[in-house]
């Protein structure tokens, strides 16, 4: 699989900022205040339920404007149509219940997906080919979507999502009910994306991030609680020994930031 | 074109556009032509492929489109593709191309098999496409309304919500003739016959009306809904169009009477007619192929009152100028006719009409029917037609008129035409 970066901007600039972004449903304030910066590598959002991490991915997504505060994507702040329309053709975006037309084929709805994300149509063939072969999804490229597994269907999402090479892609809770064969294979998956884009992932898995992640954000209640490296968050419980970096010291430094918080985990 | 080629495959739209088709087309071929009042006149062949493509197949493909439409928020599709550069209202149009893309493939078969029977028949060859051009625009409007409702609404009632909301409308307007808005909603349900011929002009801006009105209604689920990218300026486009075509159809004004979407035709250069002995018919050019039976309808008239004065002798069909008082006026109800049903239009229209207000004069004779009625019956035993029964007198006075001497007849008939004609009672008939 050869590795090819799809960010564009000068890889130490952020690839997406928040600034001081509040999102209100209603009376209920899903994220207040909020400020991040998301670099080219992969992020995990990591919180409990209600945190705000799917609000904070549509402001990232351009889905929807904060209330309060500003989002800056790959380099610009999103502004107007014209705007909105130019950073999303850079954006990729899988949804945590990933929608799909079970009568399409594979290679019929990545082709879809790419004529909807703008891939100039000379190069929508070879584009649906390279995100197929990215995903391995070649040789199931004519198998109806309904047929395929839960697994090969979360793999055909990131398809959809990487046709345009975007720069940023979103990822909401991608290795949810998959199974533990499968969950290795995404993260391999996600990793390598990775090298080519900036990619936040929302999970609640700490293995997840254990494994895939280069920083992590955590987020409660709607508030920014934590950034850092993966081992940073793991240092923050006091048990951990300085060097174990799995599943189970991420979940520790974790609670441990949930705890100083005085949030319910 | 891919995509919209894989959308027109894989959506629901073609199985249902099929299925009108197949009804169409069965409905359109099985019609049987000696009954029929479109085979043989292209207006009216035109006139059903429309209404059949707005009322029924325009309706089941817009209960198509909504459902095709829900199925973005139906499977969650939208949380991804309303986050896409490619907007609402594009995406709106893809669905709508595919189902209307279809619908035009199964009313160009309709238009088919319409008009091939219609060849059958007919000795010109002059299709009529602006009814056709209007009902292909009204299907793409109803579709784009399918597709909006759908979007919007994914709710799984809302599809045949759509179907049965389009064919109310119609009703609706079939009952509310005189109301200018049923031109926004076009299903013309009328009868052409050769005296019409189809207004272009409003037509072409009844197409013009729906096919923009379908391209301004289809960017309004990407105005409604926030997430998906909002419509650019160019929708501004269709929008003004759609105003200006409406305000047109609504502005426009036609006589009382007289139909919206057609005007009555011009007098023809040269009508086709026959002659036969005293008797002469001529009819509209594109019912040339009537003139056998209008030959054989002219002799039968020609052999009961021919020589006779005070009867009609020119009979020029609906809508064509009569010539003078000697001419009459010929109905022709359907493009097929047999030479009896053409012979017993012709025996009917020879006798002079009274004039209007002229209350019609009773004989004892025939037992109180009006005295025009005997007359009638003399003459079309004349011509070996059948006569309705009246009762036993007015049969015995009929036999008695027929056995006369035939010069005691001829007097009587002419006589009596002459009457008629003037308001005058019918002498008593001969003994």
């Known amino acids: ?265 | 074109m891919k995509v919209l080629l894989t959308e027109m495959r894989r959506g629901e739209a073609g199985k249902v556009a099929l299925l009108s088709g197949v009804a169409g087309v069965w409905y359109l071929l099985s019609a049987d032509a000696a009954t029929s009042d479109w085979i043989g006149w292209w207006n009216q062949a035109s006139i059903k492929v429309q209404v059949f493509g707005v009322i029924v197949m325009g309706s089941l493909m817009s209960a198509a489109a909504a459902w095709t439409a829900g199925r973005a928020r139906r499977t969650r599709a939208d949380a991804w593709s309303d986050t896409t550069p490619r907007g609402g209202w594009a995406q709106a149009v893809l669905l709508w191309a595919a189902a209307w893309l279809w619908s035009l493939l199964v009313y160009v078969a309709m238009a088919a098999a319409a008009f091939q029977r219609t060849a059958a028949v007919s000795e010109v060859t002059a299709p009529v496409w602006s009814p056709l051009v209007l009902g292909a625009a009204m299907t793409g409007l109803q579709i784009a309304a399918g597709v909006c409702a759908g979007t919007l609404l994914p709710s799984r009632i809302t599809a045949p919500a759509m179907g049965v909301l389009w064919y109310l409308v119609f009703v609706l307007f079939a009952f509310l003739p005189g109301v200018s808005l049923a031109r926004l909603f076009p299903a013309i349900d009328e009868h052409w016959d050769t005296t019409f011929q189809p207004h272009t002009g409003r037509l072409l801006m009844g197409a013009l009306w729906c096919g923009a009105a379908a391209l301004a209604l289809l960017a309004l689920p990407a105005l409604v809904r926030r997430a998906s990218l909002s419509p650019g300026p160019l929708v501004a486009v269709p929008t003004v169009l759609a105003v200006a075509a409406g305000g047109a159809l609504l502005t426009f004004r036609a006589p009382v009477s007289e139909p919206f979407w057609a005007v009555r035709a011009e007098q023809p250069a040269e009508p086709a007619c026959v002659t036969e002995g005293r008797v002469r018919a001529c009819l509209w050019p594109d019912n040339r192929h009537l003139l056998p039976q209008a030959r054989e309808a002219a002799r039968a008239v020609d052999r009961a009152v021919g020589p006779l004065p005070g009867f009609r002798h020119d009979f020029r069909q609906t809508g064509l100028r009569l010539v003078g008082p000697d001419s009459a006026e010929l109905p022709v109800y359907q493009p097929v006719l047999d030479s009896g049903t053409m012979t017993e239009a012709m025996l009917s229209a020879t006798l002079p009409s009274r004039p209007e207000g002229c209350a019609p004069h009773v004989l004892p004779e025939t037992d109180g029917f009006p005295d025009a009625f005997l007359v009638e019956a003399v003459v079309n035993s004349r011509a070996k037609r059948p006569t309705p029964y009246y009762g036993d007198r007015f049969a015995k006075a009929l036999e008695r008129v027929l056995a006369a001497p035939a010069a005691d007849q001829d007097r009587w008939l002419s006589t009596a035409a002459g009457a008629v004609g003037a308001c005058r009672p019918v002498p008593v008939p001969p003994r």
Not at chain 1, 132 to 157: I, Q
Request: hydrophobic share 40%; net charge positive; glycine share 10%.
């Open chain 1, 1 to 265: 699989m050869s590795v090819e970066s799809y960010s564009t901007a000068a890889d130490s600039a952020p690839t997406a900022t928040v600034e001081g972004a509040t999102v209100r449903y209603r009376t209920v304030v899903a994220l207040d205040g909020v400020h991040a910066q998301f670099h080219p590598g992969t992020t995990a959002l990591l919180g409990p339920n209600g945190a705000g991490k799917t609000t904070l991915l549509s402001l990232l997504s351009t889905a929807r404007q904060p209330d309060q505060g500003t989002v800056s994507l790959l380099g610009a702040s999103v502004r107007g149509r014209a705007g909105v329309r130019q950073v999303r053709e850079r954006i990729g975006v899988l949804p945590q219940s990933f929608g799909y037309y079970p009568r399409y084929t594979v290679r019929e709805f990545v082709t879809y997906a790419a004529w909807l994300r703008r891939v100039p149509r000379a190069e929508r063939a070879e584009r649906v080919r390279e995100a197929l072969s990215l995903v391995e999804l070649e040789r199931y490229a004519d198998r109806r979507m309904g047929a395929l597994s839960g697994g090969m269907l979360r793999r055909a999402g990131i398809a959809q999502a990487v046709v345009n090479r975007p720069a940023l892609v979103l990822l909401d809770e991608p290795t949810v009910g998959l199974d533990p064969a499968q969950r290795i294979g995404f993260r391999t998956l996600i990793r390598a994306l990775g090298e080519r884009s900036a990619v936040v992932m929302s999970t609640h898995l700490a293995e997840d991030v254990a494994q895939v992640c280069d920083r992590v954000h955590v987020l409660l209640e709607g508030r920014m609680r934590f950034t850092g490296t993966a081992a940073e968050l793991c240092a923050q419980a006091d048990s951990h020994d300085g060097t174990a970096l799995d599943g189970s010291a991420v979940e520790a430094g974790y609670l441990a930031v949930v705890e100083r918080n005085g949030v319910p985990a």
